[in-house]
């Protein structure tokens, strides 16, 4: 069965970078995109931005360039995602979740989320 | 960059009611909207997508309508599992969530 399984939680201070993993298995992870998604506590959805795993194209929601890396490592099926210069707002669960390439696709497996903390 | 407005932001409903959310796009998304359902510490879980295409094992009681800039997700006859935040999302330029609604047990 498809699963993406996050790593663990993080607390970072304000200044710092952090790394996220998502291990996708149960199907060809070169075959769909993964996207990365947050949520403050008690707030919304914001969609960060996406990655190819087969290419290694990327595009990044403007509020994060320059901040958020995506990469991946094909060989053990796993993408990352890395946010630099963290402030107390970048507090939140990340998510990665799959979906289809290009326009018109939906996230149809997320991981189970990954809560990291910003604090002096 | 494409905005998502939903409407209401929440919603008080009794087991057995008809739901209706709406969701409204800044311009033109054709029919590249999908519908997630998130329950609390859970991740979204897709719901609907293309406007109106039922995931696979997404109860029929879930229902999805509209292109262009207007949108509609339906929940014919509430259940108790069904009480949730809804977010709608387009996917015609890059990505963005609506702000979501709350449906609570009125």
């Known amino acids: 069965q498809v699963q993406l399984v996050q790593s663990g939680a993080e607390v970072k201070k304000p200044g710092a970078s952090v790394k996220v993993s998502c291990k996708a298995s149960?199907?060809?992870?070169?075959?769909?995109?993964i996207n990365w998604v947050r949520q403050a506590t008690g707030r919304g959805l914001e969609w960060m931005g996406w990655?190819?795993?087969?290419?290694?194209?990327?595009?990044?929601v403007q509020n994060f360039q320059g901040r958020v890396t995506m990469t991946r490592d094909t060989s053990i099926r796993t993408a990352y995602m890395e946010l630099s210069s963290l402030t107390s707002e970048d507090t939140a669960v990340y998510y990665c979740?799959?979906?289809?390439f290009g326009s018109g696709s939906s996230s149809d497996y997320w991981g189970q989320g990954t809560l990291v903390t910003v604090s002096s | 960059d494409i905005q998502m407005t939903q409407s209401p932001s929440s919603l008080s409903a009794s087991v057995g009611d008809r739901v209706t959310i709406t969701c409204r796009a800044s311009?033109?998304?054709?029919?590249?909207l999908n519908w997630y359902q998130q329950k609390p510490g859970k991740a979204p879980k897709l719901l609907i997508y293309?406007?109106?295409s039922l995931q696979s094992g997404v109860p029929s009681r879930f229902s999805g309508s509209g292109s262009g800039t207007d949108f509609t997700l339906t929940i014919s006859s509430l259940q108790p599992e069904d009480f949730a935040t809804y977010y709608c999302?387009?996917?015609?330029?890059?990505?963005?969530f609506g702000q979501g609604t709350r449906v609570e047990i009125k």
């Open positions: 979740a799959r979906s289809g």
């Open positions: 149960g199907y060809t992870f070169t075959s769909y995109d």
């Open positions: 990655m190819n795993p087969n290419s290694g194209d990327t595009g990044y």
């Open positions: 311009q033109s998304i054709r029919n590249y």
């Open positions: 293309a406007a109106s």
């Open positions: 999302q387009q996917s015609y330029n890059a990505r963005a």
